[in-house]
């Protein structure tokens, strides 16, 4: 069993795919837009150049991704994603690529528990939390 995140971008999913490619390597595995929905309606009146359902890798893990109704209000509260860094230096170029036109919400700095930890708001509003654990 697993347990994969769901991110509902309400209107900008293409937007977050092509940022989170520059700046955590994700891969689309897979893409598709309301267009190639066969079943259209029960209240499904999403633009059909929208992405309906896409999935992403981001190193080991699968993330899937909508732009959900379109509404342009994304709204994501009550969880980050973490991800761990393989090395200060990669930690840092992380946390800097994703914080780009976020927020940060705690500087990356050393801890007792990591060498550097931080937690930022990317611009899209997901937090995540920035972590290269102490050798």
């Known amino acids: 069993m697993q347990i994969q995140p769901y991110l509902f971008f309400d209107g900008r999913c293409e937007e977050a ?5 520059k700046a955590v390597g994700a891969e689309v595995g897979m893409l ?9 309606g ?3 009146t999403q633009p ?6 896409a999935k992403l890798k981001i190193g080991d893990t699968e993330v899937m991704a ?13 969880f980050s ?3 761990e860094a393989g090395s200060d230096a990669e930690a840092e170029t992380l946390f800097n690529a994703l914080g780009e036109g976020g927020q940060v919400q ?10 550097k930890f931080g937690m930022v708001a990317d611009k899209f509003g997901v937090s995540w939390m920035i972590i290269h654990e102490k050798s």
Do not use: N
């Open 106 to 115: 705690m500087p990356l700095t050393p801890t007792f528990f990591a060498s």
């Open 32 to 40: 598709m837009r309301w267009k190639d929905c066969p079943e259209k």
């Open 17 to 21: 795919i092509e940022f989170y490619r």
């Open 81 to 83: 994603l973490s991800l």
């Open 48 to 53: 059909d150049d929208k992405v309906m359902h």
């Open 66 to 78: 909508s732009d959900g109704r379109c509404t342009g209000h994304p709204s994501f509260q009550g």
């Open 42 to 44: 029960q209240g499904m």
